[in-house]
Nanobody, 119 residues
Framework: VQLQASGGGLVQAGGSLRLSCAASGSIFGINSMGWHRQAPGKQRELVALITSSGSTNYADSVKGRFTCSRDNTKNTVYLQMNSLKPEDTAVYYC??????????????WGQGTQVTVSS
């Protein structure tokens, strides 16, 4: 199983970016998917989580600005980031809890994509 993230880049404060992350490989189903981020010198933190039924959870710092969604037909999770702030600068990692067989499931992580917000 692989998770391939894309969509990071450099943007000015107040701008928008959309991250995508597609899962591929031996996949029977996917439970939760989401995004974490890690800024320099800080611990990795949860940004957004979406369940298989579409329920979402967000970090307080991004509520109202970020929207997490998924396309189950494409095994893909998205993160729409609006009103970006310099403090959103970090490497963003996508995540998925993937069911491979009836008795086997694991957490998988993407390679990370850099988001830089200039002031």
């Amino acid at each position: 199983v692989q998770l391939q993230a894309s969509g990071g880049g450099l943007v000015q404060a107040g701008g928008s970016l959309r991250l995508s992350c597609a899962a591929s490989g031996s996949i029977f189903g996917i439970n939760s998917m989401g995004w974490h981020r890690q800024a320099p010198g800080k611990q990795r933190e949860l940004v957004a989580l979406i369940t298989s039924s579409g329920s979402t959870n967000y970090a307080d710092s991004v509520k109202g600005r970020f929207t997490c969604s998924r396309d189950n037909t494409k095994n893909t999770v998205y993160l729409q980031m609006n009103s970006l702030k310099p403090e959103d600068t970090a490497v963003y990692y996508c995540y998925a809890h993937i069911i491979q067989t009836l008795f086997r499931s694991n957490d998988y992580w993407g390679q990370g994509t850099q988001v830089t917000v200039s002031s």
